[in-house]
């Protein structure tokens, strides 16, 4: 912990819970809040496409960051249902998750979905999020390793990442996603260090910056966070309560 400028990196998914009045509501909770959070949490909200630009204009003051949950790779077209990397960076969106295992496992995403959208990512000036992760059959089957690797290779194959970028992964086992099955932490730890390792040798000079996500809960949060090579969380379902999100607040805090 504390391996990138004493950051604690809190990072909220607010996936589909939410409708408009209610993510504006809560980001409004946040605002009035801020000042308490500290220097410490390097706080980011992906709230639905709807709801992101008032909530970006609500955040955006306050020191929080606001990122979109997808995108898409080409900057215009006929393209019914998608939002471009491009719009999004241009009604202030910082960040963008990419390959999230709903995208891949629910939707079909591939490897080369995911590359094509980090690189739009980065050509828009978003900085990526890139999730990757195991499926419990590939787990069981001791594929752990080998599947996040392919992962990470085919995310960054050919990017040429901009130095004063940050880079980005959250570790999202699949079979602990929206289960209430959370990953012991001191097995997301080695898969951290792992991330680590191979970010390491695929981006020269890289300092990555790598995140749990995965039925986190104010009751485990402490045992993610206390773990070196674990810099934050994602978290989806906690942070769309209050009570929650604070608490996993607090607990970072403390730290």
């Not at 070196?228 to 379902?237: H, K, N, S």
Request: glycine fraction near 10%.
């Amino acid at each position: 912990m504390f391996t990138h400028n004493g950051k604690i990196y809190l990072f909220a998914n607010w996936k589909m819970y939410l409708d408009y009045d209610e993510s504006n509501i809560l980001a409004n909770a946040l605002a009035r809040g801020a000042k308490k959070f500290g220097d410490k949490i390097q706080m980011a909200i992906f709230p639905s496409t709807l709801s992101l630009y008032p909530v970006g204009q609500v955040l955006r003051d306050v020191g929080i960051g606001v990122g979109a949950q997808n995108v898409y790779w080409v900057d215009k077209g006929g393209y019914t249902g998608e939002v471009s990397a491009a719009m999004y960076r241009a009604v202030g969106c910082e960040y963008t998750l990419i390959g999230h295992s709903e995208r891949r496992h629910q939707f079909g995403e591939t490897d080369h979905d995911v590359r094509e959208k980090m690189k739009a990512a980065l050509a828009s000036g978003l900085t990526p999020v890139l999730c990757v992760g195991e499926t419990e059959q590939q787990r069981n089957t001791g594929k752990t390793e080998e599947v996040v690797e392919v992962q990470l290779r085919a995310a960054f194959d050919g990017l040429n990442w901009p130095k004063d970028k940050e880079l980005i992964v959250a570790y999202e086992p699949v079979w602990a996603i929206g289960t209430g099955v959370a990953c012991d932490p001191d097995e997301a730890m080695r898969m951290h260090e792992l991330i680590i390792k191979i970010c390491k040798n695929l981006i020269k000079n890289s300092d990555p910056v790598v995140l749990y996500g995965g039925s986190v809960r104010p009751n485990n949060v402490v045992g993610y966070l206390s773990q070196p090579a674990i810099d934050g969380v994602l978290v989806g379902a906690a942070s769309t309560k209050l009570d929650e999100w604070l608490e996993i607040i607090s607990a970072a805090q403390e730290l």
